[in-house]
């Protein structure tokens, strides 16, 4: 019992969404993807049906299979608790939905199949875990090594492989990353100024 107590519950925003992420796995089983297909998968629907707008944000919560899920949050759980140490809780929940925003309206408005999965939140964590250093006028290293790594390997394979993953969700995640990374941390320089 005293070990349990010893536990933290250190990153409210990261563990809770990896939590609601399985949950939602677990209800997809025992549905058969049903519920992946109602609530957390985005593919072209009429905009008369009120669920492609939960779909648009619920997708990033909804995952294939286990092995998909564990290669999302392996790192998010690995990267996402220190950015949400550095940015706060309030900021990485907004950082989170306006990536699932951007990602589910892209990738309906590009693209004929269907998503899921928090890839792109991943790929967003990744870039901006790049600006964790950030100082006034600089542009880190790390986060060119991390653009050209990351960001030119799903461009590559996103014109030379052939499968059933979103590279453009990727891209887009790592897109968000940068502009959320160069943006929070810019405001926070200009309130640093202002004390």
Do not use: W
């Not at 950015?83 to 989170?96: D, H, P």
């Not at 969700?169 to 959320?180: D, E, F, K, S, Y």
């Amino acid at each position: 019992m005293k070990v349990i107590k010893r536990i933290q519950y250190n990153s409210p925003v990261i563990l809770t969404y990896a939590l609601l992420s399985l949950l939602v796995l677990g209800i997809s089983a025992l549905t058969a993807g049903r519920s992946n297909q109602l609530l957390f998968m985005v593919y072209r629907a009429p905009p008369t049906d009120p669920l492609t707008y939960i779909r648009v944000v619920g997708h990033v919560l909804g995952h294939a299979d286990f092995s998909h899920f564990l290669g999302n949050f392996l790192l998010i759980l690995l990267i996402g608790p220190m950015l949400e140490e550095k940015y706060g809780s309030v900021t990485m929940l907004i950082m989170i939905v306006i990536t699932a925003l951007v990602t589910g309206i892209s990738f309906k408005v590009a693209s004929l199949g269907s998503l899921l999965g928090a890839s792109g939140v991943a790929f967003m964590l990744i870039l901006l875990s790049s600006f964790v250093n950030l100082k006034r006028g600089m542009v880190p290293l790390t986060f060119i090594l991390v653009v050209i790594a990351y960001i030119g390997q799903e461009v590559y394979r996103g014109f030379t492989l052939n499968n059933n993953v979103s590279y453009l969700t990727h891209i887009i995640g790592g897109i968000c990353g940068a502009v959320l990374g160069f943006y929070v941390n810019k405001t926070r320089m200009v309130k640093d100024d202002d004390l």
